[in-house]
């Protein structure tokens, strides 16, 4: 085991699918967007000049070209950097490729990846700090993954790298900086198997992305007050690991849900009708959820802090349901 930037790890992966798989393309060059990690993409650069292409800011027609590209045989990895471009590109990824595989009745395959940064990252205001991810579970035909350690982006990147469908790689500028253990040895992380961050006894809290760091610390302040909290990682949207969260709950009979979507018909609502559907009778205390707020993301720092899911609200909601 080594201690590892995700920055690090994320572009260790893409330099190994490069290596390994000679139809892996990459077309955009943001991954690591404005960070002081973005010095990180020229060994790939200067690496595998002929396999990195720079399109113009186009992402309707950029987008297009790499399915079309998937379609003829390669494997395209097309970076849309900041997550609110991906509106741009929508027809593209919701209409087309996430249709093309059953439209063909199964003859055509689209197997990419799309990467975005999503949510609150600091000074983003309205056109920049999307999280469209629930978007994109509305619609089948797409596989979302959304890691949160250097551990997880290794070994979802790798498994993301060989599935035939069109999958959605959401992230978040802000897990740049998170550290972590990542094994020397080769190893993947399967679709549809999420993982539990912190175990506890007394109150559950689930997340994805960024809000599992966001929670980890929240449980850390929580522990001091005597509250074992569990933190319930999805790793994966689509496939969802739906028994990993309902067992927790069970077990401990209070759920707090934190997502960065916005709270109307985000992540953290889809999750929270689940629970309520299926372990209802095992609640002790009506669910929770801390969420963005639904108002556009203003740019200043101040009026951000209260629309944004941080530790505090989580500590906040987690002692409102165990009181």
Not at 104 to 133: D, E, L, W, Y
Not at 281 to 297: E, F, G, H
Request: with cysteine; proline share 7%.
């Amino acid at each position: 085991m080594t201690d590892t930037l995700y920055a690090e790890a994320l572009v260790d992966t893409l330099e190994e699918l490069l290596e390994t798989d000679e139809r892996v393309h990459i077309m955009g060059q943001y991954f690591l967007g404005l960070t002081p990690h973005r010095n990180l993409m020229v060994r790939l650069r200067e690496g595998f000049p002929g396999r990195l292409y720079y399109p113009p800011i186009a992402e309707l027609g950029y987008v297009g070209t790499a399915i079309g590209a998937a379609m003829a045989g390669l494997r395209p990895i097309v970076d849309i950097a900041t997550a609110s471009f991906i509106f741009q590109a929508f027809a593209q990824i919701v209409n087309e490729g996430a249709n093309i595989h059953y439209m063909s009745g199964g003859q055509t395959k689209v197997p990419m990846i799309f990467h975005f940064n999503h949510g609150i990252r600091g000074g983003g205001a309205a056109q920049h700090s999307h999280s469209p991810q629930a978007m994109l579970w509305n619609t089948p035909g797409i596989e979302i993954m959304a890691p949160s350690t250097p551990y997880d982006v290794k070994g979802l990147l790798r498994t993301a790298a060989k599935t035939d469908n069109p999958t959605a790689w959401v992230d978040h500028v802000k897990l740049f900086d998170v550290t972590g253990e990542v094994p020397e040895e080769h190893y993947e992380i399967p679709f549809g198997q999420g993982d539990i961050k912190r175990e506890g006894s007394d109150v559950t809290i689930v997340a994805n992305s960024f809000m599992v760091q966001q929670s980890l610390k929240a449980a850390e302040t929580l522990a001091k007050d005597g509250i074992d909290v569990e933190v319930v990682d999805l790793r994966t949207i689509v496939p969802l690991d739906e028994e990993i969260f309902l067992n927790s709950v069970a077990k401990t009979g209070r759920v707090v849900v934190v997502d960065e979507c916005h709270q109307s018909c985000g992540v953290g609502s889809e999750i929270t009708a689940r629970i309520a559907e299926k372990v209802f009778s095992d609640l002790k205390a009506p669910i929770k959820r801390v969420v963005t707020l639904d108002v556009p993301i203003p740019f200043s720092p101040t009026m951000e802090e209260v629309v944004e899911p941080t530790p505090e609200p989580i500590v906040a909601a987690v002692l409102a349901g165990t009181k």
